[in-house]
């Protein structure tokens, strides 16, 4: 089943012209299904329901949570049953765990503590979720490649979802009270302006891995990468969400940067990008007015 999501939605000759001898899409997902075909049959339900992951999380908010909380529940009763827990000794969990329980303290003394105390308590789901991802589910190169491969196609859907907004709204939606303008913010497919969070949050890693990519291989493959990074990313900023485009432009940057870089392929990237910006925000006002005027008004100095 998977595989004819993976062959559907991207294509053989897609997943060869994204290769690169860094990320090998092919073999990679050639070999992952192999890997996840040999597991037991429980473990290959389980990673089947974590590749989902993206496609679950375009659904909305409430399916991603369960889909997350789901993950960590099997986690914790695989690492009950099996005994390990040595993945707890981590640097980086035993600090999350000591900021869950500082939030905890913070929603005690907080003016609502019945409401801040729930809502904290459930946040220890995502660093026993990245714990689940990094020891169990995504210990293998190859099922990670799987994991990459459904995350492009998540964002990949979510930008035509985007597109397809922008499209209606400027050459299909007759407005019918031509003094009230449309709003400046995509809001496509949920309904409230808050699709940028999918691209530069769930998605972020994606992004980075597709920009370190695009300056960095020395083959063909190179354009597409630039194609899809600067598509979604041009997406991201037409969303109108300053505060997650800023996020995911800061991250691909770093993305750019740290992973041997092409003098070269990096300058002519930042200029092609700044390029297309240039020209959409010189074609809309009111985006230009929303990422230069308006804020700057709203930051507050004081």
């Known amino acids: 089943m998977l595989f004819s999501i993976f062959r559907a939605l991207l294509g053989k000759n897609m997943l060869k012209a994204l290769s690169s001898e860094y990320?090998?899409?092919?073999?990679?997902?050639?070999?992952?299904?192999?890997?996840?075909n040999k597991s037991t049959p429980f473990e290959k339900r389980i990673i089947i329901f974590w590749l989902l992951g993206p496609l679950i999380l375009l659904i909305e908010r409430d399916p991603?949570?369960?889909?997350?909380?789901?993950?960590?529940?099997?986690?914790?009763?695989?690492?009950?049953?099996?005994?390990?827990?040595?993945?707890a000794q981590q640097l980086w969990f035993k600090f999350a765990v000591i900021l869950w329980l500082v939030s905890l303290l913070s929603a005690l003394l907080s003016p609502t503590p019945i409401f801040s105390l729930w809502q904290g308590f459930g946040w220890i789901r995502f660093p026993i979720y990245a714990a689940a991802a990094q020891v169990w589910l995504g210990k293998d190169r190859d099922i990670r490649i799987l994991m990459?491969?459904?995350?492009?196609?998540?964002?990949?859907?979510?930008?035509?979802?985007?597109?397809?907004e922008l499209i209606y709204y400027n050459f299909i939606w007759i407005n019918?009270?031509?003094?009230?303008?449309?709003?400046?913010r995509l809001?496509?497919?949920?309904?409230?302006?808050?699709?940028?969070?999918?691209?530069?949050?769930?998605?972020?890693?994606?992004?980075?891995?597709?920009?370190?990519l695009t300056v960095s291989i020395k083959n063909r493959g190179a354009i597409w990468f630039f194609f899809i990074s600067s598509y979604t990313l041009g997406i991201a900023f037409l969303t109108g969400e300053r505060i997650n485009f800023i996020a995911r432009t800061c991250a691909g940057v770093l993305g750019a940067l740290f992973w041997k870089p092409i003098k070269s392929r990096l300058l002519i990237f930042l200029v092609l990008f700044i390029?297309?910006?240039?020209?959409?925000?010189?074609?809309?006002?009111?985006?230009?007015?929303?990422?230069?005027?308006?804020?700057v008004d709203k930051i507050n100095f004081t």
């Not at 990320?23 to 996840?36: A, F, H």
């Open 23 to 36: 990320l090998d899409l092919s073999k990679g997902l050639k070999l992952g299904l192999q890997k996840m």
């Open 275 to 295: 390029t297309i910006i240039g020209t959409i925000v010189g074609n809309n006002a009111l985006l230009l007015d929303r990422y230069s005027t308006d804020f």
């Open 187 to 212: 809001s496509w497919p949920y309904g409230d302006k808050i699709p940028g969070s999918y691209l530069s949050k769930a998605m972020l890693q994606t992004f980075c891995v597709l920009v370190a």
């Open 64 to 87: 991603a949570d369960l889909w997350l909380t789901s993950i960590g529940i099997f986690f914790l009763i695989k690492c009950l049953i099996d005994k390990h827990w040595s993945w």
């Open 148 to 164: 990459f491969i459904m995350m492009l196609i998540g964002t990949i859907i979510m930008c035509l979802i985007l597109s397809a």
């Open 176 to 184: 019918p009270n031509p003094d009230i303008l449309p709003s400046h």
